[in-house]
Every structure is written in structure tokens, then in C-alpha cells.
């Protein structure tokens, strides 16, 4: 039977690139974001293996919905991608605005969190995979950046959250991309990373063997 992966941030950049890339590889892919009709029109794209599921991850009701709805059509979740994430129009602490700290820590660690304990029970019931896309932001200092701070936490997080998953077979894996050319950009960046890059190391951490739980990949511009 196929394996099923819920990504969130499915509607444009790594996770628009991922459902594709999994549902290539063979897998079930259940999309979720905000944007109803980009995630309509991917899952029409891939085919009866890809379903729509649209959700704010910044309320752990909608998430906990859109996993029992996935567990509901392809009966089981056997991985689940964090990915979505956000950054801010003002750089810097002294020049910062709180109210964008405010919603960027809301989706970069708090809906991180409610993933995770909402998708807990479902992996649990699989042996199942837990993927988060954190940064090169993340693993090195950035001045002011409170960005990179969100992604420092995203990795320390990973760590701590592989050990309790390791207690029933559940394995983590922290993908950690330099510069990706996405829409989180205003400009493009034909250079850099290509989504389909980091869409490609995701399908090879759930393509392990049980033996080999791949923690980290952390994925660097070529340019
Ligand atoms: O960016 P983009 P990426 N609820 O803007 C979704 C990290 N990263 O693919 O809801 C649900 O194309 C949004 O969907 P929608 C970055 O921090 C990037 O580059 O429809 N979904 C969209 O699908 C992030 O964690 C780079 O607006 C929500 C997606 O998030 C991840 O990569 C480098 C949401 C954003 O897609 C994917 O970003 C790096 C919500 N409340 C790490 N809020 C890079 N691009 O250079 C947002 O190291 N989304």
C-alpha cells in the first residue's frame, strides 16, 4: 500500500515542490495552506494520489482536521513535512517591528509545535516521520535576525523532538536549505537552490530503510 505524507506550505515554493516530487516517488500527498485554490489545482494536477486540504497551521484545530482528514482518505500518515514558514520586511531588532515577530513566531515555531503534537498520535500508529524545513539561517549567526533566531529554534527543537519520537521507532529529519529560489523572495533567484532541490532530499530522508533515521540535510547554493 502507498505511504501518505501531509505537507504543509504545499501551496507554492519547497512544499508545491515536494507533493510533486513524493507523489513521483509513489507516495500519497495531503496539501495543506491557506491558499484553497493553489492546493485545488496542484492535487487535480498530481491525481486521485494527492488530496487538497486547506489550513491555517497557526490553529492546531485546523490541523488536527486536515490529519484526520488525510488519515481518513488514505488510511494512515505515515510522514508529515513542517514546512511552511514565513520571514519579515524589517530587518533587525532596533529597527524590527514586533507585531511581524509576533505573527512570524507564530508560524515558524508555534504552528511547528502544533504539527508536531498534532501529527504525534497519527505517526505513532505508523512507526512515522516527522520533517521540518528549518535553514542554514538556522544553524549560523545573522546579525539582528530574528528570522534566523525562529530557525535556531527549529533545529534545537528537531534534536529534542527525534529522542522522544525514538522511543516508538519515529524518526525526525531537520532539512536546512541555504538561499531557495521561492516566492519568499520578491525578486527570483535562478542561481540559487531550486525548490525541486530541497524537494529532492525530502524524498530521499523518507525513502530510508527503518535503520537509518537521517537528521539533518542541510543543502547549500552551488554558486
Ligand atoms: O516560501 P514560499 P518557501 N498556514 O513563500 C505557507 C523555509 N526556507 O517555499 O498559506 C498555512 O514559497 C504558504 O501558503 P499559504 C521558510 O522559512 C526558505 O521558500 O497559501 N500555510 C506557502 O505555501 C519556510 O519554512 C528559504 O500562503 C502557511 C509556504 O508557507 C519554508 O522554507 C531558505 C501559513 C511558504 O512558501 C518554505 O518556504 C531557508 C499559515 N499560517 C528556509 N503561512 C528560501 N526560500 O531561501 C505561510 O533556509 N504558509
Do not use: F, L, N, R
Given at each position: 500500500m502507498a505511504k501518505t505524507i501531509l505537507i504543509t506550505?504545499?501551496?507554492?515554493?519547497i512544499g508545491e515542490a515536494t507533493a510533486r516530487a513524493a507523489a513521483k516517488a509513489g507516495w500519497n500527498v495531503a496539501l495543506c495552506a491557506r491558499s484553497k485554490d493553489k492546493i485545488e489545482a496542484l492535487a487535480d494536477e498530481i491525481g486521485d494520489t494527492a488530496l487538497a486540504l486547506p489550513c491555517d497551521v497557526t490553529k492546531l484545530d485546523e490541523t488536527r482536521q486536515a490529519l484526520d482528514k488525510a488519515t481518513e482518505h488514505f488510511g494512515g500518515v505515515d510522514a508529515v513535512y513542517a514546512n511552511a514558514g514565513t520571514g519579515v520586511e524589517k530587518p533587525g531588532?532596533?529597527?524590527?517591528d514586533p507585531q511581524e515577530w509576533h505573527d512570524m513566531i507564530h508560524v515558524n515555531i508555534l504552528a511547528v509545535l502544533y504539527s508536531a503534537h498534532a501529527a504525534i498520535p497519527h505517526l505513532k500508529k505508523t512507526k512515522g516521520h516527522f520533517l521540518v524545513t528549518g535553514s542554514k539561517a538556522g544553524r549560523d549567526t545573522f546579525k539582528g535576525s530574528v528570522y534566523s533566531a525562529t530557525k535556531h529554534f527549529v533545529h534545537g527543537f528537531g534534536e529534542n523532538l527525534a529522542e522522544e519520537m525514538r522511543e516508538w521507532g519515529g524518526r525526525v529529519t531537520v532539512i536546512a536549505p541555504g538561499m531557495v529560489n521561492t516566492a519568499f523572495f520578491d525578486e527570483p533567484k535562478p542561481s540559487k537552490i531550486q525548490p525541486e532541490d530541497v524537494a529532492n532530499a525530502v524524498v530521499y530522508a523518507i525513502s530510508q530503510p527503518d535503520t537509518a533515521a537521517v537528521r539533518e540535510i542541510y543543502i547549500m547554493p552551488n554558486d
Open positions: 506550505g504545499a501551496s507554492s515554493g531588532v532596533e529597527t524590527g
